[in-house]
């Protein structure tokens, strides 16, 4: 079984190809606004690299938010086309899921995305990647206190350059060991894949009165 | 001759669409997802919420289009796109959609400006021939442009500030009509009568357009009427501002005609829907025996037939792009 792996919801392009249990070939690199421009020819790279063609992909593993909103979109796209046409199955992650899937001795996991004005998207994970607190969109303060509350041992974990009481591990997904947790997850439909952007635009909360 | 087919995919702005033509003027299938009903409750188009849409909607768009036409990918020649201009995170979608296509099937992708495919979307209606004068007019975009044949774009003018059919939005909007309110005001003109004085934008000697003003007059016409307790006369209104309007495109149509070899003429976009605009420029075209067309109302706003059909003539001419082409929010027309 080869597996496909995506995540676009960061300034990062993380790709890779799994198959069984080892990684054939993966990508990270840093692209920022290069995103739109670079994923694929990167992805089309990486494939070739181990003599892959795309209809080789047995199932396709992709990070669906949350994160950049443009990001979330050009991952979801390519994976949504390439599953469709292919008819391959696929099965979608969240960024911040993925990102609580590290190998260390802390407690708590906690993944955190800047989204800007002092808010982030956030969760809480223990050991074994179970959610204590579910992803939400949190301001930065209720977060780091929520989090202290809890434990004495935890460690953030991000790619984005903000400041958080307490330890903080630079995101470097192994994306063997993401694989190996979620190719087995039920799979869905390509057709009704969308981004968990975990947050409405600024016209739809004006809309709803929930800012003025 | 091999029949060439090409799938067009279109997403430059509200409306999601994947279109199939065979050899630039036979089209097999189109296939448009409308976004309007949503961004009514906004009074415009909300550009977040027309990229969020559009991955929602992107291959269902497709798949419906090939089942339409009874194709499968294979079939495809080419993979055409709209590339720019438009809004940048919906483009995005269409064409990280078409270089995926592109990818998985090696097949060449086609970039298209979104102007030529309006251009070309009277091809699906007549066969086009040169030289040719090109009005478009639509909620983004007010361009002349004169042709010499397939792909030899020169713009000879455009607006200044905003588009014509914004200005349409903007002046309903005054009088409390709906977005889109550009149809509306077509139907009350013809109630109405041309009873309030408005300015003729941009008396100049040039090609370009300007609409600024006329819509600023009337936001101080109604303001003045509102500070009198008055109420402006909305099918009144409609009919002086689109009497204004007509005059306006008219006049750079006409001074085209006088300077340039023009053998043929269309409008593209969703203004070209207008009928007084329409019966306008077919009567200036009468008179100076110009063969004209106009493109059918559902080729008037955003389609993927359209770029398809344009696609066509790039591709013919080997004008392919590589996986890594971006989105251009601005882009001339070449």
Known sequence: ?212 | MKDIYILGIESSCDETSCSIVKNGREELATVISSQIDIHKNYGGVVPEIASRQHVKNITMVIEECLEQAKMKMTDIDAIAVTYGPGLIGSLLIGLEAAKTLAYIYDKPLVPVHHIAGHIYANNLVKEMHFPLLSLVISGGHTELVYMRDHLNFEKLGGTLDDAVGECYDKVARVVGIPYPGGPQIDKLAHIGKVNYKLPSPLNDDSYNFSFSGLKSAVINLNHNEEQKGHSLNKEDLAASFQKVVVDTLCKRVEKAISEKEIKYFVTAGGVAANSDIRSALAQICDENHIEYSFPSIKYCTDNAAMIASAGYYYYINGRTATLDINAQSSVDLY
Not at chain 1, 29 to 42: H, I, M, Q, V, W
Not at chain 1, 50 to 76: E, Y
Not at chain 1, 134 to 146: D, G, M
Not at chain 1, 170 to 196: G, Q, T, W
Request: a negative charge; glycine letters at 4%.
């Open chain 1, 1 to 212: 079984m080869n597996y496909l792996y995506l995540d676009t919801t960061s300034s990062f392009l993380y790709a890779g190809i799994v198959r069984d249990d080892s990684l054939l070939a993966e990508k990270k690199e840093y692209l920022g606004k290069d995103l739109s421009t670079k994923a694929l020819s990167f992805i089309a790279e990486m494939m070739a690299s181990v003599h892959l063609k795309p209809n080789d992909i047995d199932k396709i593993i992709l990070v669906n938010g949350p994160g950049s909103f443009t990001g979330c979109r050009i991952g979801i796209t390519i994976a949504k086309v390439y599953a469709w046409t292919l008819n391959i199955p696929i099965t979608v992650i969240s960024s911040l899921e993925a990102m609580a899937l590290i190998d260390d001795e802390y407690d708590y996991h906690v993944p955190v995305i800047d989204a800007r004005r002092d808010y982030v998207y956030a969760g809480i994970y223990d050991l074994e990647n179970n959610p204590i607190l579910k992803n939400q969109y949190i301001k930065k303060s209720v977060l780091e206190t929520a989090v202290e509350n809890m434990s004495d041992c935890y460690v953030y974990i991000t790619n984005d350059d903000i400041v958080l009481n307490g330890d903080v591990k630079k995101y470097d997904p192994n994306i063997l060991m993401i694989v190996s947790k979620f190719r087995d997850k039920e799979c869905v439909n390509p057709h009704s894949i969308d981004a968990d952007y975990l947050k409405l635009t600024e016209a739809e909360e004006k809309l709803n009165g929930s800012i003025s």
